[in-house]
């Protein structure tokens, strides 16, 4: 069965540093991995996906992940925070074909101090 | 460009009451999903539809029954509420049948207290 685990609940940084939120899955078929940012009060926006093409993939805002499928992780970074960059964040994992569902991480919410 | 609407936005409902939360797409979707939100848990599955005419429970689907009133419309109801389902509830949707790489598509949430 597949499941997701985020790292870290909080994580603090300053602003214009780097921002690394760690996330990592299980899965016994070859995953297809998100990762979806939340604002207050607002639903969930796509940031990326992984879908087996190349690990290493950008998104929206200036995000990136790797996906390692050696440490079976699919961590989000990106290089330099921005004060919008505060809001919480979920990684996703596909549930196997067939099944229709996808499995949350509880999520992990970014501070970024001036 | 509405994407996902979640009708209300807000609801405070007292203990015993019901009330249906509304969810449409105009994506031409296929999947639709119904989560609740609560801190410290992520998002949960109450129910999905995979396709028009089907519905199947998820993780927490006890006190919700839904309906998948066409391509476009899923709704959620609470037949009788109780203060355990106060919560922050999401619709999705996505197209499924394409493989499993396709992201969902989410509303921007109900607020729903239950006193």
């Known amino acids: 069965a597949q499941s997701v685990t985020q790292l870290d609940s909080h994580v603090s940084v300053s602003e214009g540093t780097p921002v690394l939120l760690r996330c990592n899955y299980s899965s016994s078929y070859s995953p297809s991995l998100f990762w979806y940012v939340q604002h207050p009060n607002k639903g969930l926006q796509l940031l990326l996906k992984y879908t087996s093409a190349a690990t290493l993939v950008k998104g929206i805002n200036g995000f990136e992940a790797e996906f390692k499928k050696s440490e079976t992780s699919f961590h989000l970074t990106k290089p330099s925070a921005h004060m919008s960059d505060a809001a919480e964040y979920f990684c996703v994992v596909s549930a196997t074909s067939g099944t229709y569902k996808y499995i949350f991480g509880t999520g992990t919410r970014l501070k970024v101090l001036a | 460009n509405a994407g996902v609407t979640q009708t209300p936005k807000f609801q405070v409902l007292k203990t015993g009451q019901s009330m249906t939360l509304q969810c449409a797409q105009d994506m031409n979707h296929n999947s639709m999903y119904w989560y609740r939100q609560d801190p410290g848990m992520g998002l949960r599955l109450i129910y999905y539809?995979?396709?028009?005419?089907?519905?199947d429970k998820g993780e927490v689907p006890n006190g919700y029954n839904v309906s998948r009133l066409n391509k476009r419309e899923f709704s959620l109801r609470l037949e009788s509420a109780a203060p355990s389902q106060t919560s922050v509830y999401f619709c999705a949707s996505t197209i499924m049948g394409q493989g499993r790489d396709q992201p969902q598509h989410f509303g921007d949430g109900t607020r729903l207290s239950i006193l």
């Open positions: 539809s995979a396709s028009e005419g089907t519905t």
